[in-house]
């Protein structure tokens, strides 16, 4: 194993859940109810496919111009953003700081594959930035997760086969983009929804160098 690829919103720390209250947030406002299990579509995917999925939800793909979608995606981001405001290092879900500083006394390379265009302000904040060795720009890529793209530009920016990468990932979009990228991955959560990964803990804290060594190598 050279580096591992992290997935940040629901992995390095808990975004997710504020994701989940804007977007039911806009989706009062349009008429779409949104739940937790509705939830579990949008995690890993990007902003724009998010809305796309919830007007699709409501029937409402056509009701709405392509300035109108992106009006409510950036009030959408606006909300998040005031949600973000506040985050620290404690923010950090449990185990994380202890992997990150394992990979690096073993100088393993560490990338971000994350959907989230506020990814490096949230790393700023929990003070994790100096520990990525490549952050993949989201904007820059043709397609979203589940597409491989995000996983095999990480692999290619920090020069290692993806072969010889782990993916990390919380959500089913990314389980499937790290396997379609053909690299061993690590699910974080219900084993249920994140079936397709190679091996899923429950949480963060389970997750160490040893078992993501184990688990590449099998
Ligand atoms: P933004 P990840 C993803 O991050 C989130 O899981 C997903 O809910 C969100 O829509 C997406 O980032 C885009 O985020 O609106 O901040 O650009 O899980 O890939 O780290
Ligand atoms: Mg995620």
Redesign the pocket.
């Known amino acids: 194993m050279k580096a591992v690829l992290f997935?940040?919103?629901?992995?390095i720390t808990d975004?997710?859940v504020y994701?989940y209250h804007a977007w039911k947030a806009l989706g009062e406002k349009i008429g779409i109810e949104i739940d937790e299990e509705f939830n579990e579509e949008?995690?890993?995917?990007?902003?724009t496919d998010?809305l796309n999925r919830i007007l699709a939800k409501g029937n409402k793909e056509e009701a709405y111009s392509q300035t109108e979608k992106e009006t409510m995606a950036a009030e959408?981001?606006e909300l998040?953003k005031t949600m973000i405001e506040e985050m620290s290092p404690k923010d950090i879900l449990p185990g994380i700081k202890a992997l990150l500083d394992g990979l690096k006394e073993r100088n393993i390379l560490i990338g971000l594959?994350?959907?989230?265009?506020?990814?490096p302000t949230i790393l700023e904040k929990l003070q994790l930035t100096d520990y990525f060795d490549e952050i993949v720009d989201?904007a820059k890529l043709k397609a979203g997760?589940p597409d491989p793209e995000i996983f095999l530009t990480g692999a290619k920016d920090l020069g290692v086969k993806p072969q010889d990468c782990v993916g990390v990932e919380?959500?089913a979009a990314?389980v499937e983009a790290i396997a379609a990228a053909d690299m061993v991955s690590v699910g974080v959560g219900d084993a249920d929804t994140l079936g397709k990964a190679t091996k899923v803990v429950p949480e963060t804290g389970a997750l160490t160098v040893e078992l993501l060594e184990e688990v590449w190598s099998e």
Do not use: E, F, I
């Open positions: 997935d940040l919103d629901g992995v975004t997710a994701h949008l995690k890993g995917v990007s902003r998010s959408k981001n998040y594959a994350s959907a989230s265009q506020n990814g989201p997760k919380d959500a990314g």
